[in-house]
């Protein structure tokens, strides 16, 4: 069965450091992941997603996140935060030849001056 | 520009009563999806539909209803047996039956209880 886990619910960085929001997955099948962003009361939107293509997958906003197979994770990366990046992120992974998406339960990341 | 519109932005139920929330796309996507989002949690799918006339039931579809005629609008009902409705609704929609595809997301209904 497919499932993602965030391994932290809350990350606080101060703004110029550098940001890593750590997800695994797990799934029996070659899974395309996304990484998607949600400001409050906002829908969310597309940083980046795998779909078997090219390991280290860059996004937008400087965002970039490496599929590790032997790992089993898909971790979100980025070199220097902005305070405009504090929001809820959340991995994303598709069950098999599926329109279905399975989420993580997100991690809350805040950003201090 | 195209993308998704979602109203009303905020909606109050009343005891017993059915509520609506309206969900258009002029993205030209086949596949559409609801979801329901709780404090802490990830979103969780109530209905999806992969094409016109067709839907099918997500993880949580109890107390809900959906109807798909016409291939931009995928409203939503909350029925007065869903017991516990206060969340934050979020639709999206994806390309040609969305497999293996991203979706893209409205800016969701805050739904609470009078």
């Known amino acids: 069965a497919q499932s993602v886990t965030q391994l932290d619910s809350h990350v606080s960085v101060s703004e110029g450091t550098p940001v890593l929001l750590r997800c695994n997955y797990s799934?029996?099948?070659?899974?395309?992941l996304f990484w998607y962003v949600q400001h409050p009361n906002k829908g969310l939107q597309l940083l980046l997603k795998?779909?078997?293509?090219?390991?280290l997958v860059k996004g937008i906003n400087g965002f970039e996140a490496e599929f590790k197979k032997s790992e089993t994770s898909f971790h979100l990366t980025k070199p220097s935060a902005h305070m405009s990046d504090a929001a809820e992120y959340f991995c994303?992974?598709?069950?098999?030849?599926?329109?279905?998406?399975?989420f993580g339960a997100g991690t809350r990341l805040a950003v201090h001056p | 520009d195209g993308g998704i519109t979602q109203s009303p932005k905020y909606l109050f139920r009343k005891e017993g009563q059915n509520v609506t929330l309206s969900c258009e796309q002029n993205?030209?996507?086949?596949?559409m999806y609801w979801y329901r989002q709780d404090p802490g949690q990830g979103l969780r799918l109530i209905y999806y539909?992969?094409?016109?006339?067709?839907?099918q039931k997500g993880d949580i579809a109890e107390g809900y209803s959906v109807s798909r005629e016409k291939k931009e609008s995928f409203p939503l009902t909350v029925t007065s047996a869903q017991k516990n409705p206060t969340a934050f609704y979020l639709c999206?929609?994806?390309?040609?039956?969305?497999?293996?595809?991203?979706?893209?997301f409205g800016d969701g209904t805050r739904l609470s209880i009078l």
């Open positions: 999206a929609s994806s390309t040609t039956g969305g497999v293996n595809q991203p979706q893209h």
């Open positions: 799934s029996s099948y070659s899974p395309s």
């Open positions: 795998y779909t078997s293509a090219a390991t």
């Open positions: 994303v992974v598709t069950l098999p030849q599926s329109s279905k998406l399975i």
């Open positions: 993205l030209n996507h086949d596949a």
């Open positions: 539909s992969q094409i016109v006339n067709d839907f």
